[in-house]
């Protein structure tokens, strides 16, 4: 086993531990008929967990502190139900515990046909970003109305890094901290399905080194997918503008998607 792999799987075994950890904090006792009282810290006992989803205390709490253990399928589906995993939450933990079927690489080429079709799409907004969240390309209105990425170091042209380092970004964000969280929470879904680690990993030791924002939300272990949704731009005169935007798959590069705004009247 290479010291690259040893690393890799006890970032992994840390990562089901602190994710395990969270969500079963996040749990109302009461929602099982446990009572809240007499409890040192929120959420279900590990114990708890362990009847509820029909599995021995001590392999739930082996599963919990990372160790490398013998695990069905069935049992950890009955522990994100007990947990009350979103769908994206539940796969998130199967990703980290039995790897990915079907991973998605990191292409590096872009091509030309994918370009042109995002600069065909202005005016509206439009970029194309790797799944570490590298952007790859974007259109003249992705400049003037998101963010203007020609002007930051190659590598900071990436949407998780100009979350969390610019603070001129940070300023023209409307609920900065929502919108952090959602980037975030879709970047370690991202994380876990990729067969690539290594670029995730440079992104997100690099902001573990620059952003104590970063470092607070990393460890709150949030997972979702970012499909489509709503993000509000505040412009240089103040004033908010607010879109919708989709991520599309390009399917001849696996990795990379085509993120597309457009502009929506405000209430």
Same mark, same amino acid.
């Given at each position: 086993?290479?010291?690259? %792999?040893?690393?890799?799987?006890?970032?992994?075994?840390?990562?089901? &531990?602190?994710?395990?950890?969270?969500?079963?904090?996040?749990?109302?006792?009461?929602?099982?008929?446990?009572?809240?009282?007499?409890?040192?810290?929120?959420?279900?006992?590990?114990?708890?967990?362990?009847?509820?989803?029909?599995?021995?205390?001590?392999?739930?709490?082996?599963?919990?502190?990372?160790?490398?253990?013998?695990?069905?399928?069935?049992?950890?589906?009955?522990?994100? &139900?007990?947990?009350?995993?979103?769908?994206?939450?539940?796969?998130?933990?199967?990703?980290?515990?039995?790897?990915?079927?079907?991973?998605?690489?990191?292409?590096?080429?872009?091509?030309?046909?994918?370009?042109?079709?995002?600069?065909?799409?202005?005016?509206?907004?439009?970029?194309?970003?790797?799944?570490?969240?590298?952007?790859?390309?974007?259109?003249?209105?992705?400049?003037?109305?998101?963010?203007?990425?020609? !002007?930051? /170091?190659?590598?900071?042209?990436?949407?998780? &890094?100009?979350?969390?380092?610019?603070?001129?970004?940070?300023?023209?964000? %409307?609920?900065?901290?929502?919108?952090?969280?959602? !980037?975030?929470?879709?970047?370690? /879904?991202?994380?876990?399905?990729?067969?690539?680690?290594?670029?995730?990993?440079?992104?997100?030791?690099?902001?573990?080194?620059?952003?104590? /924002?970063?470092?607070?939300?990393?460890?709150?272990?949030?997972?979702? &997918?970012?499909?489509?949704?709503?993000?509000?731009?505040?412009?240089?005169?103040?004033?908010?503008?607010?879109?919708?935007?989709?991520?599309?798959?390009?399917?001849?590069?696996?990795?990379? %998607?085509?993120?597309?705004?457009?502009?929506?009247?405000?209430?």
């Amino acid at each position: 086993m290479t010291d690259s %792999h040893t690393r890799r799987s006890a970032a992994r075994n840390q990562d089901i &531990k602190h994710f395990l950890t969270n969500q079963r904090a996040r749990v109302d006792p009461q929602l099982y008929g446990f009572s809240p009282l007499n409890r040192r810290v929120p959420g279900l006992r590990r114990e708890e967990v362990a009847q509820l989803a029909a599995v021995s205390v001590s392999w739930y709490t082996w599963l919990e502190q990372g160790r490398d253990i013998s695990i069905s399928l069935a049992a950890v589906q009955r522990i994100g &139900k007990v947990l009350q995993l979103s769908a994206a939450a539940q796969q998130y933990l199967e990703t980290l515990i039995f790897g990915n079927a079907h991973p998605q690489p990191l292409h590096q080429e872009l091509p030309a046909e994918v370009m042109a079709m995002v600069d065909a799409l202005d005016p509206h907004p439009a970029f194309v970003r790797r799944a570490n969240m590298d952007i790859v390309y974007w259109n003249r209105a992705a400049q003037s109305l998101i963010v203007d990425w020609s !002007t930051l /170091a190659c590598e900071d042209r990436n949407t998780l &890094k100009l979350m969390f380092l610019s603070d001129a970004y940070r300023t023209r964000i %409307h609920d900065w901290e929502q919108a952090a969280r959602q !980037t975030l929470s879709a970047f370690r /879904a991202s994380y876990a399905a990729s067969n690539q680690p290594q670029a995730f990993e440079t992104v997100i030791a690099d902001l573990l080194a620059r952003s104590d /924002a970063f470092r607070t939300l990393w460890n709150y272990h949030d997972v979702s &997918k970012m499909g489509s949704g709503n993000k509000t731009i505040i412009d240089i005169a103040g004033r908010p503008n607010a879109f919708t935007y989709t991520l599309l798959q390009i399917a001849q590069t696996p990795g990379m %998607h085509v993120v597309f705004y457009l502009a929506r009247d405000t209430p």
